[in-house]
Structures are given as C-alpha cells and as structure tokens.
C-alpha cells in the first residue's frame, strides 16, 4: 500500500512504524473533518488527522488491518476523492 501511494502527486504518506496504520497527508487546503466525513458518505472509514492534535490537520489516518482487496478499493477511492490535479 505503502509502494501504491508513493507515487501519487499531492498525497504523502507517513510510513507506520511497526503499527497498521499510517498518516496520509493531502496538499488540499480542506479540514481533515470534512475529508474523513467526505469519504465514509463513498464507504471508506478514516479517522480525521485533527483528533490527533493541531499538527494532524491536512491529514487522515488509515488503517491498514483489512483484506488486501478492500485496502486497494479504499485507497483508490481515497485517491479519486483527494485528486490534487482538480480545484
């Protein structure tokens, strides 16, 4: 997962360290709240990068303890929606 989203323009993805989930940092000026909100009305769970204290804005976390299938379904959905090459 870590491999497919390096090569995303605008996204980032902190690795995790030894934990199954990682920070995914957005080069979209829109609050993480929104974001996480956004994606679970497309069926795609996140947690909002503000829980986390002021520097997780522009970011969401994300889980990786799924089934590889559902991982790929959710990420590209998560790349659709945060297309950084659209306004």
């Known amino acids: 997962m870590i491999a497919a989203l390096s090569d995303v323009p605008g996204l980032h993805l902190v690795p995790p360290e030894g934990a ?3 920070f995914l940092r957005y080069d979209k000026d829109r609050p ?3 974001v996480a909100r956004e994606l679970a009305e497309r069926k795609v769970l996140v947690r909002a990068g503000a829980e986390y204290g ?3 804005e ?8 799924a089934s590889e299938d559902d991982l790929r379904t959710g990420l590209a959905r998560v790349v659709a929606h945060l297309d950084v090459t659209r306004s």
């Open 58 to 65: 522009g970011h969401i976390r994300i889980s990786f303890a």
């Open 32 to 34: 993480s709240e929104e």
């Open 54 to 56: 002021p520097s997780g």
């Open 20 to 22: 199954f989930y990682g």
